[in-house]
Nanobody, 124 residues
Framework: QVQLVESGGGLVQPGGSLRLSCTAS????????MGWYRQAPEKERELVAT???????TTADSVKGRFTVSRDKSKNTVYLQMSNLNTEETADYYC??????????????????WGQGTQVTVSS
């Protein structure tokens, strides 16, 4: 099994900054992609940013220039540095890991894992 532990959410004023962290642990052969999604009340979950094992990043247009995703491969940890937050970005932020794990009969299988979510509230 793979576990994801998120931290760093909380209350921040508009224009403020927060840094989210997510550490993956468990039986993994490799981590292909790590990233962050968010879901605001009554809205669908959306991509925020992802980073591959090679360091390539994908960032939503709405956060480009303000959010930065990074990764510490030695710690199986992904970070999301968020700055200049606005009230519309109040949401639950979810860590996602796409990892290669031992499957049935020890055949490697790619599996998606999700964290439990960390709440980010942007409010004055």
């Amino acid at each position: 099994q793979v576990q994801l532990v998120e931290s760093g959410g909380g209350l921040v004023q508009p224009g403020g900054s927060l840094r989210l962290s997510c550490t993956a642990s468990g039986r993994m052969l490799a981590i292909t992609v790590m990233g962050w999604y968010r879901q605001a009340p009554e809205k669908e979950r959306e991509l925020v940013a992802t980073i591959t094992s090679g360091g390539s990043t994908t960032t939503a247009d709405s956060v480009k220039g303000r959010f930065t995703v990074s990764r510490d491969k030695s710690k199986n940890t992904v970070y999301l540095q968020m700055s200049n937050l606005n009230t519309e970005e109040t949401a639950d932020y979810y860590c996602n890991v796409y990892a290669l794990v031992p499957g049935s009969g020890m055949v490697p299988t790619n599996v998606d894992y999700w964290g439990q979510g960390t709440q980010v509230t942007v409010s004055s």
